[in-house]
DNA sequence: CCAAGGTAAACGAACGATCGTTCATCGCGG
DNA sequence: CCGCGATGAACGATCGTTCGTTTACCTTGG
């Protein structure tokens, strides 16, 4: 048997990765110095060198680190059931998240700040996720959102969940508790539950008093489309 | 006479505000230096500090002046009408980000690193703000939506207009298209004013065709999140 | 009308502090 | 005894900020 933790230089790389993670989360990448993150994890910044070529690359084996599994998971969920229910997405991202919860904010510092790894980010990550989503919104088209609308819808999606713990910090202020507790996560999940229910499976209802169901929607001007005023 | 333009300290403030506001927006307080602000609009570092007390200072003075209109343009749509259409905020607020779009990634930053100006941003910007939606669901109660939902809802709406923005630059990526682009802004605002429509509108339904396939462990005490701190 | 004086703003130079990084050395387990 | 990893010291670069000086313009007294 191959002894599984015989290794303490790899105990030591995670140990770094996990204080660097958490710094970078908070702070971003300019705003962490090395030496604060081995501070963190009781070692020297010459130390860190042994184990990264730098900054950057510590960096960014941080950021491969925190998105693979995200990756792994969505593609299993779609591996499983492909037209797998939004229920059960929705479900296993925010409880991933919940457990990961700097990984949305690493993520949305890179992406604010343009970083190199942002277009691998987008590439290898974000868009297979999209298309993911796209194709599988395909297999259920009733719903009141015509085709062309399914990258926006599932833009919004992307939106609604990284929102929740990107912005926790100042809704952490607004309603004076902690949005990334365990009963607020939950509470959480279950109204995004419900809002894929209210998007989804909405009735057409009338979309006619509101969108001519016009397949071209960017023809229309936006002025022209005031459904009703005060009366 | 009072000649208008007979201060050019003010213009020459602005000019620095407008540049450091670019900087910050882009790369954060952490990863914008004084001299970088100061090249930018053609100055020397120790130039701005005849202007501005230091960076912190000048960082705050960006972020008051952005976030100010924002919260007069609220104040004014919720003065016109009380219950304003959520139509006419979404319009006017997609318009208003449009033009500044550096904002929501300058609120963005903020909000990450959590810095000093935080507090002051929930409490005097954020919280009137989903109080004023929260009172202007209460006006208009036929949605699917219960009352203690109604913060959620409103915090939802902050992450699909923010997200948009604060997720342009990987999404750019993705779609190979930039979201800010005035044809994709107009887009995305067309399409949450459909979703305004589906999720206000939308028949309140059977629930119970939700919450029974719900393997949710029942509803807990769902009112406990404080849509409300005063009692 | 001009000269003297006052003031605000821009500048080059420099400060100490901290940044990321390198390197020679040391301690310790296999 | 070998070798990996932790270390303190030090490097040049850059950070935010200060200082003394210069420049340009406005006011004011004669």
Redesign the interface.
């Known amino acids: 048997m191959a002894r599984p933790e015989a290794r303490p230089g790899d105990q030591t790389r995670e140990r770094i990765l996990d204080c660097a993670e958490a710094l970078f989360a ?6 962490t110095a090395v030496r604060d993150i081995a501070r963190e994890c009781d070692l020297t910044a010459a130390s860190l060198y042994n184990h990264f070529e730098g900054k950057q690359a510590l960096y960014e084996a941080v950021l491969e680190r925190g998105v693979r599994p995200l990756l792994d998971l969505l593609q299993t969920l779609s591996a499983e059931s492909l037209d797998a229910a939004a229920d059960d997405v929705i479900e296993a991202v925010m409880a991933h998240l919940g457990r990961h919860p700097r990984l949305p ?1 690493l993520i ?2 890179e ?4 970083g190199a790894y ?2 691998k ?3 290898s990550w ?2 297979p996720l ?1 298309e993911q989503g796209v194709s599988a919104m395909k297999v259920e088209p009733r719903s ?1 959102w015509a085709e062309d ?1 399914y ?2 819808v599932i ?2 999606w ?3 969940i ?3 713990f ?2 926790a ?9 902690d949005p990334l507790s365990a ?2 996560l ?3 999940t ?2 995004l ?3 894929a ?3 989804m499976k ?2 057409g ?1 009338e979309p006619d008093e ?2 001519a169901s016009s397949p071209n ?2 023809e ?1 001007d ?1 002025s022209s ?4 005023g ?1 009366s």
Request: glycine share 8%; no cysteine.
């Open positions: 908070e702070r971003g990448l300019a705003g904010r949305q510092h992406t604010l700040t343009g942002l277009s980010l987008g590439r974000l868009r999209i009141p609308e990258p926006l833009s919004a992307l939106h609604l990284f929102g929740h990107t912005m910090p100042v809704l952490g202020v607004v309603f004076d508790d009963e607020n939950d509470r959480q279950r109204f539950r419900k809002l229910h209210v998007m909405a009735r209802a509101f969108d929607p960017a229309l936006v489309l005031k459904p009703e005060r």
